[in-house]
């Protein structure tokens, strides 16, 4: 895997997310109350609503949109037949760091 | 093969027990030895004091009689101590001769601790331990006088025994309350209560002097204020201590017991001990059921089984007639931790649950004990409670999946039972007042204040109005905020102010939410119902608002946003126009419309781009117009008397100086205001949430007009002669609809709710009216700025993407 710092820990809010601009579309970086980070796809398949501008509870987000959630570790929607893609992430000494190989592939 | 030989020392009931292991699992397999240094057997030490009492006889707790023993093949030493261990050659010497072993187990048990106070060694004075002590104290009958320092449970038995055969007892303790490790105050008090009308005295908080004697023999107990206690008899009931001296002598390792481990193995891999001699892991022992436990791992052990003791919360029963108590597991007050408490004073029960997360911890119970084993049950075997958590305190009787019925229960207790814990409302006080006629909630609040204050006994109170009323009850179906909890909107705004609760987790502590912290339906709600009671100590939370709130710009549906400066009361000028027209070519606003509240909307800005953009706007004097908020949109007015040959007075200044006042606040939906001129009507204020239309004889305030999904319009709040009492009446009726509506009601559902009659009565009242303005403005202290400032300053750098990973340099 390779690891890419995208930023400190303390750039996201608390129960909040910020976005991640990437090959691959947006991607959405969430950290949650118990400073959990999390990195999904960043849009809605329902809509395409913005989900780094959703309300962050738990280890669920809320599409901002028309209040689709979404377990962020699965990606999974909560009651629907949908998903969002979820990628690699971890933090280290409070930086942020995102696995880019499948960012890259897809790309390439 | 020869048989492994053991020796045991001590016949108590832990050794007993591994005793009565091993000879069942391998009758034949141990050549067994007991050396006891009393001249008897093994007995059931507990049962002494119903020996005591005369329930009992000493026959009646032997455990292992002499038959026992001989059946067994166990040869006994009793009444014979041992003088020494030798470990080196495997050999523990007896007053009466040697005995050889491959394995030994120290039962030695425990001495009573004597407070070494002057002439503790008096005639007399005796500690409460064995049948010795028993029968001592089986003679102090009437007409006697005894002492027992120790309001524990061995010293209280005690008590109660001798106090039952006539003796007159004093229990001194030098804690607060009675058996303070097994109870809480409330039971401590319960208990005290219940001995004392057993003509037992209860010296609490007192600590022992000296011992005053007379030729010998005990006199009287002196406490340190000064007071004489003349007795008989002192009993010392204070405590035990580990039997260490033969361990210690033979060189084993010794902390406050001999040191075990998990196989009850001491520091001599031959050497075993069990029992109230030992300490594992820094504890040690004086309750039988953790004995039995050691007693059944040394056994698996010795067999070569593998077995590991662990240690357990326990149970605790006073063994005292008339006297019902039963405590269980940890109840102290700890964060995190949540009491279920019930109780009937009549009858003198106390129950008190301790429940951590959605298990059961702790049980104290006074004078009703039957359904203890069940709840020591769920805090061993750490069952989740969630379901019956209701139900609960009234035992398993209540229990049992589907046909656990909270009603049946209410219909169960006593006219005495306390159903509302802060007002000391109990059920028969309901129930009269239900049948005097308040016939719901809210009628019993106020006949009654059951239910009034904290709210949690609100369902209590529901079941018994419908168990009174039957079928003439209609339960009113609550419904709850989300998901994430049981409570509805009012009873979780009542409960923030009365509680009170100033922080979210207070609130989701509190009021048992069942998430971490709410979902996207309650945490918006909670946020605002906790800055509008509480503005100086809650700070509100951006991440509990919808992005529209937090980003301060209404979200459209391509994830761009508009962005809608104020125009105070629907005025603009050049410099105005020229800086939003600046903006709009800046930015690449593709959309720029007007509002119907009388102002410009710049749409489709990126969100990258809206700190940049508000400092633009910000520069010319554009301030937020919150058209995204759930707060103070916009002050629609006409042009009134400036210009118009109708207008009555200054609606547009009106207007102006209104929006001015109560811009940047927060309420439960989004409100509206208009002002017109005249009954023309032109700002359609008759259609707000306030509309003021002005009249020649001064300002007709209508509240509750809405012109959305649903078309209202408004209703006379009140009818004022200044533009001063129009401005107060307004702030007064938003600032009472800020306290009290749920959050996204607008102010006519809301109206509708608490009727207008109730509002215009809270409004007209001066001292109320001049509070909700004075509330209105410590809050205004806080948010009436512009947050389009304080971002594009402070927060621009959170507008832009975490990192553009497009940026990086091909690899």
Redesign the interface.
């Known amino acids: 895997m390779s690891w890419?710092d995208?930023?400190a820990i303390d750039?996201?809010?608390?129960?909040?997310a910020?976005?991640?601009?990437?090959?691959l579309g947006?991607v959405a970086?969430f950290r949650t109350?118990r400073d959990e980070v999390f990195a999904t796809g960043g849009t809605c398949p329902h809509?395409?609503?913005?989900l780094a501008?959703?309300?962050?509870?738990?280890r669920?987000v809320?599409c901002?949109?028309h209040?689709w959630?979404f377990d962020l570790e699965t990606g999974q929607a909560r009651g629907e037949d949908a998903s969002i893609p979820t990628y690699p992430v971890r933090v280290e000494r409070g930086r942020?760091l995102i696995d880019?190989t499948l960012?890259?592939r897809a790309a390439a | 093969m020869d048989k492994q030989k053991i020796v045991v020392i001590g016949a108590g009931m832990a050794s007993g027990r591994v005793l009565e292991h091993l000879t069942d699992a391998a009758p034949d397999r141990f050549q067994i030895t007991l050396f006891n240094a009393e001249p008897r057997g093994n007995y059931n030490r507990i049962m002494l004091s119903p020996v005591l009492a005369g329930d009992k006889t000493y026959e009646d707790i032997v455990t292992h009689d002499d038959a026992w023993y001989a059946d067994r093949g166990i040869a006994t030493r009793f009444g014979e101590k041992v003088l020494r261990i030798d470990r080196e050659a495997r050999v523990v010497h007896g007053e009466n001769g040697a005995v050889p072993y491959d394995r030994l187990i120290m039962g030695t048990g425990s001495n009573p601790f004597i407070i070494p106070l002057p002439g503790h060694d008096l005639e007399g004075v005796i500690a409460y331990r064995d049948l010795e002590d028993t029968q001592r104290m089986m003679a102090m009958g009437a007409g006697k006088r005894v002492v027992v320092i120790g309001g524990g449970l061995l010293g209280l038995e005690a008590a109660a025994g001798m106090a039952a055969r006539g003796a007159q007892v004093t229990v001194v303790h030098i804690m607060g309350h009675l058996m303070e490790r097994q109870l809480d105050e409330a039971a401590g008090y319960l208990l005290k209560k219940s001995l004392e009308s057993k003509g037992i005295e209860v010296r609490l908080q007192a600590n022992s002097k000296e011992i005053v004697g007379k030729d010998g023999h005990v006199a009287a107990l002196r406490l340190e204020d000064g007071t004489d206690l003349p007795c008989d008899l002192l009993v010392m009931a204070v405590g035990i201590r580990p039997n260490v001296a033969l361990a210690q002598q033979a060189g084993l390792a010794v902390g406050r017991g001999i040191h075990v481990d998990d196989q009850m193995r001491s520091s001599d891999a031959d050497i075993f001990a069990v029992g109230e001699c030992v300490e594992h892991q820094g504890a040690v022992f004086g309750l039988v059921a953790p004995l039995y436990d050691q007693a059944k791992v040394l056994a698996a052990t010795l067999l070569g089984e593998d077995a590991a003791f662990v240690q357990k919360s326990l149970s605790t029963k006073l063994k005292v007639t008339g006297c019902d108590l039963f405590s269980a597991g940890d109840f102290a007050d700890a964060e995190g931790r949540e009491d279920i408490v019930f109780r009937d004073p009549a009858r003198g029960i106390y129950k008190r649950l301790v429940i951590e997360g959605d298990r059961l911890i702790g049980a104290v119970m006074y004078g009703d004990t039957a359904d203890g084993n069940w709840f020591f049950g769920l805090i061993k075997d750490a069952t989740p409670i969630e379901e019956m958590r209701e139900t609960l305190i009234f035992g398993p009787a209540h229990q049992g999946g589907a046909s656990a019925d909270p009603l049946s229960a209410v219909a169960a207790l006593p006219p005495e039972a306390e159903i509302c814990g802060c007002n000391g409302i109990c059920k028969g006080t309901i129930t009269d007042a239900i049948g005097a006629g308040a016939t719901d909630l809210d009628a019993i609040r106020a006949t009654t204040k059951a239910s009034a204050s904290c709210g949690t006994c609100t369902g209590l109170v529901e079941q018994l109005l419908q168990v009174t009323l039957g079928d003439e009850f209609v339960m009113p179906v609550a419904k709850p905020v989300c998901a994430c909890t049981d409570h509805t909107h009012e009873d979780v705004r009542r409960l923030i102010k009365t509680m009170p609760l100033k922080s979210q987790e207070a609130v989701w502590q509190e009021l048992g939410w069942k998430t971490r912290n709410g979902c996207h339906v309650c945490r918006p709600a909670i946020n605002f119902y906790l800055l509008a009671d509480w503005p100086l100590e809650y700070r509100d939370d951006p991440q509990s608002r919808f992005i529209n709130e937090r980003k301060h710009a209404n979200i459209q549906k391509d994830g761009t946003f508009s962005v809608v400066p104020r125009m105070w009361g629907g005025l603009t000028n050049p410099t105005e126009l020229r800086a939003i027209a600046d903006a709009a070519e800046k930015y690449n606003v593709p959309t720029v419309k007007v509002t119907g509240g009388q102002r410009i909307d710049l749409l489709g800005v990126r969100g990258e781009d809206l700190p940049a953009i508000w400092a633009d706007l910000n520069r010319a004097g554009l301030v937020s117009g919150h058209a995204y908020s759930k707060g103070l949109r916009t002050v629609k007015t006409c042009v009134g008397t400036d210009h118009c040959r109708f207008g009555t007075q200054d609606s547009t200044g009106l207007g102006v100086r209104l929006e001015k006042l109560l811009w940047g606040s927060w309420t439960p939906h989004k409100v509206k205001l208009g002002v017109s001129g005249c009954p023309r009507n032109c700002a359609e204020a008759t259609c707000k949430d306030v509309g003021i239309v002005c009249v020649d004889s001064g300002y007709q305030i209508g509240v509750g007009g809405a012109a959305g999904m649903d078309l209202r319009e408004t209703e006379r709040l009140l009818d004022v002669a200044t533009e001063a009492e129009a401005i107060e009446v307004t702030t007064a009726f938003i600032q009472l609809y800020r306290e009290n509506a749920k959050y996204l009601d607008r102010p006519y559902k809301w109206i509708a709710k608490v009727g207008l009659d109730w509002v215009r009565e809270r409004i007209e009242d001066k001292a109320e009216r001049r509070r909700l303005i004075d509330a209105f403005e410590l809050s205004q202290s806080i948010y009436r700025k512009d947050p389009w400032a304080e971002h594009a300053a402070t927060r621009a750098a959170d507008y832009a993407p975490l990192a553009d990973l497009t940026l990086e340099a091909a690899e």
């Open positions: 890419i995208i930023g750039d996201i809010p608390l129960r909040g910020r976005k991640l601009r990437t090959h947006c970086v109350d809509r395409g609503g913005p501008e959703g309300i962050v509870h738990g669920a809320t901002p949109l209040n959630v942020i880019a960012l890259r």
